[in-house]
């Protein structure tokens, strides 16, 4: 099958004129008044393809919801409406009941308000559009990363892709990390308070659904840059750091963190925040103007898994 | 299986705070500026259930976009911008160029710019968001219908169910109604010149998409009013009439008419943008102040069809 990527550059990437910005962030804008725009995102979950068969409903709901605030955060929105579109295959009571419950409470967590919808009948499918509000000042675009600028990684990487993996039953790790990474893969938390209160100093944001590498290269691309990472810094378990297991944290998807880029000018003040409010932010490295993604280990280089290097499609 | 309005009424209509409108018309409302409103909709169609497995990949492109329009001119709004979501099971570019043909030709008949959306794999699916705005002081509300107000509907009704009944060999038809008919039905086109012209004189408005019999008492119960119907100036195509087939106008779906209501002292008004526009425009009767809708021919009453009686859930 054709990328998404490929897919949305052929057929459907058609220049937006009346809007401010059409496909290729994590979201679009649109005019809401002099000062501030209306960010919307969609995406659309599959059975079998995002999650499996028997995937509680509690927790699908609440990823449903957390994936689309994540969309958000990486532009510098605050996430404020939820429209939500459900094909279920027949009626389910006890199963719509345990989704809403998730959807509603991750809803709650992060301010959002369902607004609108369309429930019919289907393989199972859920598709949900969100809106949020953002300073003009404050949109933080893929395309705006400069050279020179700090790179900051919320939360931890990796435990999303461990947990598939222990799910999968392709890795074995003790119960307290079992516990947490099935966890965050299931129901992720998307940081917003940090991203709030940073947001003000930073230029460039994605999320990182794809994978670390993978998300921080849509930066790269978009802003015409290159980077320069530091594996030391990369923020990950420390048993996965252990077992050198570095990969899952560079590589696997679903972590739902976000990838911001800041003026180094700026690091005292973010710093200051940091410990002020005890956030979990890691600086992993800096925008070069080489157009390359370079990895190195205590002056080492480590190569970039294949297909993940920058400009080439991935 | 529970009906989309039982779904909606047990597990997600949560009152909306921030927003001006949530749940419960053909978009909701949100804010813009000091004078306007976004309109935003949502409409998911899966395959089987809304269109056949060979449908051609045009026409549903074309239908995908327009009944979303249909939801954002019920409102008074001007449609704008689209996501789509689309999940198919494998890559097919023959398929999606013309599925996107037929979307964007119908996007750029009522000014819509794809601005976001989201490729996946799974079973063929098509979710579209759809924003428009709205001057405050054009809402049309299915809440707002009046007492002594004119019902009014665009075009003709009963022409796409015709089509459906002839493509499922139930019914025969002369070739060119035969013609006109799939093509209601498979290349819906919304009156959107009409709408626009008369939405400063109209109260309430809702698009025929279930059929005129069900949407209208969408407005009836939402407006806590009755209606009082003449079947014939109820608008069909002369031979639906003549072979004695209005149920398909008053019952069938589908049509992406707009159903609309206006104070009998714009009629005058309203009858001469008709004249001097020469648009497609029927008044078909009365909002009442007795609850129950009521449809009559030459005096005589016509008994609505089980699950169409005035608050009764159909």
Chains 1, 2 share one sequence.
Not at 68 to 75: E, I, P, Q, T, Y
Not at 106 to 126: A, F, H, M, R, S
Not at 209 to 230: E, M, Q, R, T
């Amino acid at each position: 099958m054709k990328t998404e990527f490929e897919i949305i550059e052929k057929f459907f990437n058609k220049k937006a004129i009346k809007a401010h910005k059409g496909i290729g962030d994590d979201a679009a804008l649109i005019e809401k008044d002099g000062k501030t725009f209306w960010a919307i995102s969609t995406d659309m979950l599959n059975e079998k393809v995002h999650f499996m068969p028997n995937t509680d409903p509690y927790k699908l709901g609440w990823k449903a919801m957390a994936v689309n605030v994540s969309d958000l955060l990486a532009m510098g929105a605050s996430p404020m409406f939820a429209l939500l579109s459900i094909a279920l295959p027949k009626s389910n009571s006890d199963w719509l009941k345990k989704f809403s419950k998730g959807f509603f409470e991750c809803g709650k967590k992060y301010n959002v308000e369902l607004i609108g919808g369309d429930t019919t009948k289907g393989p199972l499918t859920i598709n949900v559009t969100i809106l949020g509000d953002v300073n003009k000042k404050n949109i933080l675009l893929r395309s705006n990363a400069k050279i020179g600028d700090d790179i900051w990684v919320t939360g931890e990487l990796g435990l999303a892709a461990l947990g598939l993996k222990i799910i999968q039953k392709k890795i074995n790790a003790p119960s307290t990390i079992t516990k947490k990474s099935i966890n965050a893969l299931e129901k992720p938390k998307p940081n917003m308070l940090i991203i709030e209160k940073i947001k003000p100093f930073c230029n460039a944001a994605i999320d990182v659904s794809d994978g670390f590498i993978s998300d921080l290269n849509h930066i790269l691309i978009a802003s015409k840059v290159g980077a320069h990472i530091f594996l030391k810094d990369v923020p990950m378990n420390k048993w996965i750091r252990k077992t050198e297991k570095e990969d899952l944290a560079l590589y696997g998807g679903d972590d739902y963190q976000t990838i911001l880029t800041a003026p180094k000018k700026m690091r005292s003040k973010i710093e200051k925040l940091l410990q002020k409010n005890n956030l979990e932010l890691s600086r992993v490295g800096i925008i070069t103007k080489d157009k390359k993604l370079h990895l190195s280990n205590n002056d080492k280089t480590i190569k970039l898994k294949k297909g993940y290097i920058h400009f080439e499609k991935n």
